[in-house]
């Protein structure tokens, strides 16, 4: 990849998020090269202290090689810093609720009246319908498209736990945004780009949902389809006799075949489980004899007649342990970067062969200065808006971390 030009090199977005969706979009664009302003209130990003009382993760991880400026965007002089921002623009994402959009002056209309080339990305709870107005998280999604209902804790139904609906989201705004790049004569509505997550879990949930219809009619019940593990047999996670666990990837005849010889099953010559079909209706004793099968060997002896065979497997692996693997230390996959002294390695978005140099995090408004000199605010002008508190720049004591207490 040419490290001098990147396909979205000269383009600005701006970004008004907050938690994930909208962060995470801005944060593909920003990979692609687009230089991406973060406006945040004087009360910041809610994920600037989430981590006792500092920056967590969503930061570290989604807002790297951004430029952040505050605004207060209730007050005129702030509206009016953004309208300038908008006009120098050529998108604008956010996930504000329909009414703060309305309220802070966000809306299309709004930034279509300074700027009538601008791309608007709303990434909101329901797009257009009559949930419109209404609000939605990531679970609040998941619980109105049917992932929620399967999964249980204790039987309560429960969240995923990671915000796959928000960073979905986020990655549809980013197509929508590209198709209408791409586009060499975008009408308004081609430019007014809403993304629900309630319409992004519908399609997340569309095989889930034909399936669901396909049964119906076919068994005259609703019935779900079955996922990998549950419709397949030896398909998930077993335990080693080290305590460690080792997902198998077991979904054909030959991958059965190469997993009882390769383990030395007996079940390697049993006629009865040698099909996929045989070995749904003996369910129970194909998972009892894979238990038994990986529980003879430690991790390491395991994974080494697995991969002499060629099957697939991983193990499955603590948060902690994720970045040990070599894989994930090949050129063009983390991201190294000093923030506020510590030192982080973070993933970079999937495909590139280098990692480009480019900013750490960005403290509250930390550009705030730089941008309203771009602007044409001269140095008096831009010591007036920060004393009217319209704008503010911030350093590393805004939202520090709390010390860590030692016990003893």
Not at 75 to 83: A, I, L, N, P, S
Not at 116 to 137: F, S, V
Not at 278 to 301: C, H, I, M, N
Not at 341 to 349: N, R
Request: net charge negative.
């Amino acid at each position: 990849m040419n490290m001098t030009h990147q396909p979205l090199s000269g383009r600005r977005v701006i970004e008004l998020g907050t938690m994930v969706a909208s962060p995470f979009a801005t944060h593909i664009l920003s990979q692609l090269g687009a230089e991406v302003i973060k406006i945040e209130p004087p009360a910041g990003d809610t994920t600037r202290s989430l981590v006792r009382g500092g920056p967590s993760g969503t930061i570290i991880a989604y807002s790297h090689s951004k430029k952040a400026i505050c605004l207060d965007l209730t007050t005129d002089e702030g509206k009016e810093v953004f309208r300038k921002l908008v006009a120098s623009a050529d998108v604008v994402i956010h996930n504000l609720s329909p009414s703060a959009s309305r309220k802070l002056g966000l809306t299309f209309e709004d930034c279509n009246a300074v700027n009538p080339a601008i791309i608007h990305c709303h990434i909101k709870g329901y797009a257009h319908g009559p949930q419109a107005d209404d609000l939605a998280t990531n679970p609040v999604a998941e619980a109105a498209t049917g992932v929620m209902f399967d999964h249980r804790i204790g039987d309560r139904p429960s969240r995923l736990g990671p915000s796959y609906h928000d960073q979905f989201a986020g990655t549809f705004a980013v197509i929508r945004v590209l198709a209408t790049m791409l586009d060499p004569a975008p009408t308004e509505e081609d430019r007014r780009i809403e993304i629900g997550l309630y319409e992004t879990g519908l399609h997340l949930a569309a095989r889930d949902l034909a399936g669901v219809q396909l049964k119906t009619q076919l068994l005259g019940r609703p019935e779900k389809e079955a996922g990998g593990e549950f419709a397949m047999p030896g398909y998930g996670a077993y335990e080693t006799s080290d305590g460690r666990w080792i997902y198998l990837l077991v979904m054909s005849d030959a991958h059965w075949r190469k997993l009882t010889a390769s383990l030395d099953m007996p079940e390697s010559d049993n006629e009865e489980m040698a099909t996929l079909r045989q070995r749904k209706k003996l369910r129970d004793d194909v998972e009892a004899a894979v238990r038994a099968g990986v529980g003879k060997f430690t991790y390491d002896e395991a994974a080494a007649r697995l991969r002499d065979a060629g099957l697939g497997f991983n193990e499955v692996l603590p948060l902690e342990r994720v970045l040990d693997a070599p894989q994930a230390h090949q050129p063009g996959k983390l991201r190294e970067f000093d923030f506020r002294g510590l030192q982080f390695e973070v993933p970079e978005f999937p495909g590139q062969q280098q990692v480009r140099p480019n900013l750490p995090p960005p403290e509250i408004g930390e550009h705030t200065v730089e941008l309203l000199a771009e602007l044409g605010y001269d140095e008096q002008q831009r010591d007036a808006l920060i004393a009217q508190g319209a704008v503010k720049q911030g350093g590393p004591e805004d939202f520090a971390w709390a010390p860590v207490r030692q016990k003893g």
